[in-house]
């Protein structure tokens, strides 16, 4: 079974400045999807990001980017000039398209501070 | 979302009463998913369709079954609430074909079983 693992519960970061959270996933598959939601504090479940397996190069959205290592299963989500309105959960979510599923993380919290 | 509605937003019931939480949709998407959010459990999924009459059980299944007799609605049923079932709830669609593009989720509903 597919499982993932967000090893850093709560992070801060000063605004401004830039911040790595951590994801790794174990997963037999060579074809799969991994996400990155955000969850601020009003509940709502934000696609941030995501990444296809087969394709080498790292996805980008904005300030948002990832640094996918297939090798490695690991999955890190990159922050730059963090905002106060990037204060939330943060979740890592993996997919086998065959079975098209999100199995997510636990989660990592993140505060900016002013 | 826009696309996504779930009803109702907050939910306070007794232990052993039957609870039916709703989700429905307005792009008459084939996927749907329902979810529980814990802390330091992340999101797991409950049940999920694969259109109408056609569900399946999820990771955390036990205790709740689904139905959809319609495209656009997907009800969740707590039989008999325990306080093991308090949560919030999400509901999700997938916008394109079994999610590789990601999920889109509803607001949740706050469920509290005393």
């Known amino acids: 079974a597919q499982t993932v693992t967000q090893s850093q519960p709560e992070m801060s970061v000063q605004e401004a400045e830039t911040v790595t959270l951590s994801c790794t996933y174990d997963t037999s598959e060579n074809n799969y999807y991994l996400f990155w939601y955000k969850q601020p504090p009003s509940r709502q479940m934000i696609l941030v990001i995501r990444?296809?397996?087969?394709?080498?190069q790292n996805a980008t959205e904005n300030r948002f980017s990832v640094n996918f290592q297939k090798a490695a299963k690991s999955f890190s989500l990159k922050i730059s000039d963090s905002q106060l309105g990037d204060t939330a959960m943060y979740f890592c979510a993996f997919m086998k398209p065959s079975q098209g599923n999100l199995i997510f993380g636990k989660g990592t919290k993140l505060s900016v501070k002013p | 979302d826009a696309g996504i509605t779930q009803s109702p937003r907050h939910k306070v019931t007794e232990t052993g009463t039957p609870v039916t939480l709703r989700c429905h949709q307005t792009?008459?998407?084939?996927?749907m998913y329902w979810y529980r959010q814990d802390p330091g459990h992340g999101l797991r999924l409950i049940h999920y369709s694969y259109g109408v009459k056609d569900t399946d059980k999820g990771e955390v299944s036990d205790g709740y079954s689904v139905s959809r007799s319609k495209t656009e609605d997907f009800l969740l049923t707590l039989e008999s609430a325990t306080s093991s079932q308090t949560s919030v709830y999400f509901c999700?669609?997938?916008?394109?074909?079994?999610?590789?593009?990601?999920?889109?989720f509803g607001s949740g509903t706050r469920l509290t079983v005393v």
């Open positions: 990444q296809e397996a087969y394709k080498q």
């Open positions: 792009e008459n998407h084939r996927y």
């Open positions: 999700a669609i997938s916008r394109q074909g079994r999610g590789q593009e990601g999920y889109t």
